[in-house]
């Protein structure tokens, strides 16, 4: 898998949208960007991913750029539950695909009441 | 559904002693994994299954060794702990290359 660079930490408000960003410029066509956070002595848990396009669900949303060479992972309303640290992931999807994930060091997320 | 569960929570050990941690999942996942998160790092993986009966070797996989005998079930084992061993161990499972669910971890002490 394609390494991803991620700051080290970062902070923010409760109640304020924030945004992670990622940036992987050696990704390959067939790279998917998968986001999973792990809470304070919890296993990791997944967020979101995509492919080219723009991805929402009811956790978070997903930008990625035109060129593919970094996104981000917005928390529309950030609350004292989300932090955590956060994993942005490269995976490819090849043949049966069912590798496992490479972990970086990630983001850690602290939020302020 | 339980998830993922992982048996035991915590273990000490001794050097030299042996173990064998035990992975379940009730979701009928074909693909199951056993990761170790050493402080301050990501996740590194160990080996990993994609079904009954089939296991590869992941990043890290000397002085472990797995099975899965059973779908439902993927088994870690330490023939002779190491101090180097200490860390937090967490299993996964997956049905699609999308997503992964993890469990609680088993924390892992080597004296």
């Known amino acids: 898998d394609a390494k991803t660079t991620q700051p080290n930490s970062m902070e923010s408000n409760e109640e304020e949208p924030v945004h992670l960003p990622c940036n992987h410029s050696t990704i390959s066509g067939t790279d998917y960007i998968h986001w999973y956070r792990q809470l304070p002595s919890q296993g990791p848990e997944y967020v979101i991913h995509g492919l080219t396009s723009n991805v929402n669900n009811r956790m978070a949303s997903l930008a990625i750029a035109e060129d593919r060479k970094s996104s981000t992972l917005i928390l529309h309303r950030a609350t004292l539950r989300d932090a955590a640290v956060y994993y942005c992931?490269?995976?490819?999807?090849?043949?049966?695909?069912?590798?496992?994930?490479?972990f970086g060091k990630g983001t850690h997320l602290i939020i302020q009441p | 559904n339980a998830g993922v569960t992982q048996t035991p929570k915590f273990r000490v050990l001794k050097t030299g002693q042996s173990m064998t941690l035990l992975c379940a999942q009730d979701?009928?996942?074909?693909?199951m994994y056993w990761y170790r998160q050493d402080p301050g790092m990501g996740l590194r993986l160990i080996h990993y299954?994609?079904?009954?009966?089939?296991?590869a070797k992941g990043e890290v996989p000397d002085g472990y060794n797995v099975s899965r005998l059973k779908k439902q079930n993927f088994l870690l084992g330490l023939e002779s702990a190491a101090p180097s061993q200490t860390s937090v161990y967490f299993c996964?499972?997956?049905?699609?290359?999308?997503?992964?669910?993890f469990g609680p971890g088993t924390r892992l002490t080597v004296l």
């Open positions: 979701m009928n996942h074909e693909y």
């Open positions: 996964a499972s997956s049905q699609t290359v999308a997503e992964q669910f």
């Open positions: 299954s994609v079904g009954e009966g089939t296991t």
């Open positions: 992931i490269l995976r490819v999807y090849s043949g049966g695909g069912a590798d496992g994930l490479t």
